[in-house]
Structures are given as structure tokens and as C-alpha cells.
């Protein structure tokens, strides 16, 4: 790097450093709202945040584009043991589950995976661990453990966090739709207490209870633009902005939200240093199954759109991993970007079809998944009550802001020729990962 371009760098990195923005953001997306649970009026008041940021920071065209979708209200969940003791304990129901009613005898499939499911499912309610063991080159959603479930005709589903700390691990059952059979979740603790029961005893008997409502919603997408000199491609940052309904959502996705912020605050600030237009979209809706960016994408141009950047729990720690979706010409630039900036990156190219990214990436747009890396697989406090705002660090966020600016800004110098690929590549892709297309 030249000595003039080293001191506007400069400069944008101490902005960053100094700026008190991500802090009065990520307060406010948590401390000042109940919560951001898709359609709720914390999610409206997020949403009408964010914009209000576009504006004073100066991006244009600024939108908040609505939609509708199916919402989910959470009601009260009972999960009592009649067999072979009387007990009642605690659980709470997974997002689009159904009402229910049931009895039913419990069956413990380990981690859920597919050998898993080999048994006869058939009228059980199956219990799964939300773990990948070691070996297991993927990490494998819950969505796939509920599919299984489903296709085996399991009467109910059983999803038991793996961390300790009596923690129910939230999440949505399908997308945008009411599952086929009542879904709850329960902590490590109680957990291991039914699989202790099912080792012991012949049969173990429970009946659940699940009142929750189910009704139209709306949410909105949250777009700005930073316009370069040149409009030919399109650089696009985006994250989802809401949460769950049982806590702060603080790490998913506060932090990657506040993030997306402070890198478009700072880029506003040096927009005559980009040699392509950038759109930041904060999506709503993710959590009940990547809504808003399937609504975004089905109804936008997408045609100069050369990269998708998603910020996934993103600033939730210092080191940042960039999963490019099988895209490898683009692996192959941002290994180059991390030696230039000496800064590691962990760079991967495995397909990830849980976040917005994968709306961009089904329509063969090279699409990254960034988050930062932890030290084990799964979502840690994510998803659970536990995931407040003392969890975070803003010089974490701060940090990450810093190295995606300039990730923007090395990406945008680039012209983007990043080749697409088509939907027979991405079946492709998909199937080599053990992912049914």
C-alpha cells in the first residue's frame, strides 16, 4: 500500500476505533426493546432504527420494504413424565410448532444424525441432541434432525440443547410455515435426565402440551445504498436484524447488525475511495426461515449483483471466519485480501443454506456466510436465553468493522468478476455435502 493510501486507512480505522456508535446500537437493539421476534412491535421498532441510522449516516435510496409472512406466537409448553414417574418438567416449543395434545413414548436418537434415524420412528416422540460429534465433517441443523423426524412419522420432537446451564435452545422448525408435528426444546440437564429414564426402563411415557397461536405478520427489510462512480456492479452487505422472542438476541444478530452499521457509517465517510455501488440490507425475519432475503431476492434485479456478504454473528468475536458456498475463485481472492492486510481469516468453502447468503447463492450469486470463530461447533448462548448483552464486546464488533470495511473496499476495487454458478452446480454441491437439494 502507497503512503496516501496508508493515511486515509488510517483515519478509517481510528474513526472505528473511536466512534461510540456500535455501543449506542447494540444497546439499543437489545436494552431498549422486550425483544425482535419476527412481526412482534421490538422487530418494527429495530427495523425503524436501522433506518433511521441509514439516514444520518448518510446512504441513499433508503427503504423499508414490508412483507408479510406466517407468524407465531408462543404460548404455554408442558412436558409431564407419566411413566415410570409423575413429573412435570421444564421445556419450551420450538417456533412453527403446532399446537398439540399427545401422548406418547419417548425414543433417544443420540445426536440425530442420519444412522440416527435408521430405527423405526414410526408414533414416537424422537429425542436429539443439538450436537455434531467430532467426525462429523459439518455441522448439522436442527432443521435436518426435525426433517428426519418428520419423514419417519415421529409423533413429536424432542430438541436437547448440548450446553450446559439449564438453557432451552430455541429455533424455527420449517420456513414460513407451521411444522408437520409439534417440536419442543429442552436444556443439557433435562435432557440427560429423560435419556437417563429411556436407558433404564422399558418405556418412557410423556404427554405434551403446546397452546400457541398462529397468525398473518408483516416485517420489513431495511435497505441503503452507497452509490460509487461506476454503477455497473453491486456490492452487497446485508445481516438480519431480528431475534428470538426468549432473549436479548445479542450475539445473533445484534452484533453482526451493529456491525453492518459501522461499516456503512465509516463507508458513507470515504464513499469516493469505492469503485462499486454498495447495498446494505438488513433482513427480517431470518429466524423463522431466511424470509426476508427470500421476499428481497424473488422480488429484486439481482443481475449486477457480483457478491453477497452476510453478517451472521459477525462481532462476536475478534477472529472472523468467511464460508464462500463452493464459490472458490472468490476463496481464492480473500486468501490473497487476508496476507495483504496481514490478518488471518478462516476461509472455508462448504455449502451453509441456513442464513440469508443462501437466497443470493441459489440464484448462483457467490454468496459468503462471515461470522466470527468460535472454539466449538454450534451456537453457544445462541438461541438461548443466555444470549444478552454482556456476552458481547463492541471492540469486538469495532474490530470486525475494521477488517470488513476494508474487505468491502478491496472487493469493490475488483469489478466483482466473480463467475456465477448454475442451479445443477449448487444441486451439486449441495448432494456432496449429504444436503438434500
Not at 169 to 186: E, F, H, M, Y
Request: charged residues 25%; proline residues 3%.
Amino acid at each position: 500500500m502507497n503512503s496516501s493510501k496508508d493515511k486515509w486507512l488510517s483515519t478509517l480505522i481510528g474513526d472505528i476505533w473511536l466512534s461510540d456508535e456500535p455501543a449506542g446500537n447494540m444497546g439499543f437493539l437489545t436494552d431498549k426493546l422486550d425483544n425482535r421476534f419476527a412481526g412482534t412491535a421490538g422487530e418494527h421498532s429495530a427495523a425503524e432504527f436501522i433506518k433511521g441510522k441509514f439516514q444520518d449516516y448518510g446512504l441513499k435510496e433508503i427503504t423499508s420494504e414490508e412483507f408479510e409472512f406466517q407468524g407465531w406466537i408462543r404460548g404455554d409448553t408442558k412436558l409431564r413424565v407419566n411413566f415410570p414417574i409423575e413429573k412435570e418438567l421444564h421445556a419450551i416449543a420450538l417456533p412453527y410448532s403446532p399446537p398439540c395434545e399427545l401422548e406418547g413414548e419417548v425414543l433417544d436418537l443420540g445426536c440425530g444424525l442420519e444412522k440416527d434415524f435408521e430405527r423405526d420412528v414410526q408414533g414416537k416422540i424422537v429425542l436429539v441432541s443439538a450436537e455434531t460429534p467430532p467426525g462429523v465433517k459439518r455441522w448439522v441443523h436442527r432443521k435436518e434432525k426435525y426433517d428426519r423426524a418428520v419423514k419417519g412419522r415421529a409423533t413429536a420432537f424432542i430438541y436437547m440443547n448440548h450446553i450446559y446451564g439449564n438453557l432451552p435452545q430455541t429455533g424455527s422448525l420449517d420456513d414460513n410455515r407451521i411444522g408437520a408435528i409439534p417440536g419442543i426444546s429442552v436444556s443439557r440437564e433435562v435432557g440427560e435426565r429423560l435419556k437417563r429414564m429411556v436407558k433404564s426402563e422399558e418405556s418412557v411415557k410423556i404427554t405434551l402440551t403446546i397452546t400457541n397461536q398462529i397468525q398473518t405478520a408483516h416485517s420489513h427489510n431495511v435497505v441503503g445504498v452507497i452509490h460509487s462512480p461506476s454503477d455497473k456492479k453491486e456490492l452487497i452487505v446485508c445481516g438480519h436484524y431480528d431475534g428470538h422472542d426468549i432473549s436479548q438476541a445479542a450475539l445473533d444478530n445484534a452484533a453482526g447488525i451493529a456491525t453492518l452499521m459501522e461499516i456503512a457509517r465509516v463507508l458513507s465517510i470515504y464513499k469516493d475511495k469505492l469503485k462499486t455501488t454498495v447495498r446494505f440490507i438488513g433482513f427480517g425475519a431470518e429466524e423463522l426461515g431466511l424470509i426476508g432475503s427470500k421476499i428481497y431476492t424473488d422480488s429484486h434485479d439481482l443481475s449486477n449483483v457480483g457478491v453477497a456478504l452476510n453478517l451472521d454473528c459477525a462481532g462476536n468475536g475478534r477472529d472472523l471466519g468467511v464460508n464462500v458456498n463452493g464459490f472458490d475463485t472468490l476463496l481464492e481472492h480473500l486468501d490473497n485480501f487476508s496476507k495483504l492486510i496481514d490478518r488471518p481469516i478462516s476461509l472455508e468453502s462448504r455449502v451453509f443454506p441456513h442464513s440469508d447468503h443462501w437466497n443470493f447463492v441459489e440464484k448462483g450469486i457467490p454468496g459468503c456466510m462471515i461470522a466470527s470463530r468460535g472454539e466449538t461447533r454450534g451456537r453457544g448462548w445462541g438461541h438461548t436465553s443466555a444470549d444478552t448483552l454482556d456476552k458481547v464486546e463492541i471492540r469486538n464488533i469495532k474490530d470486525n468493522a475494521i477488517v470488513l470495511s476494508m474487505m468491502v473496499l478491496d472487493l469493490a476495487g475488483s469489478n466483482l468478476e466473480f463467475p456465477r454458478k448454475n442451479p445443477e452446480e449448487i444441486k451439486k454441491l449441495m448432494n456432496a455435502e449429504g444436503i438434500i437439494a
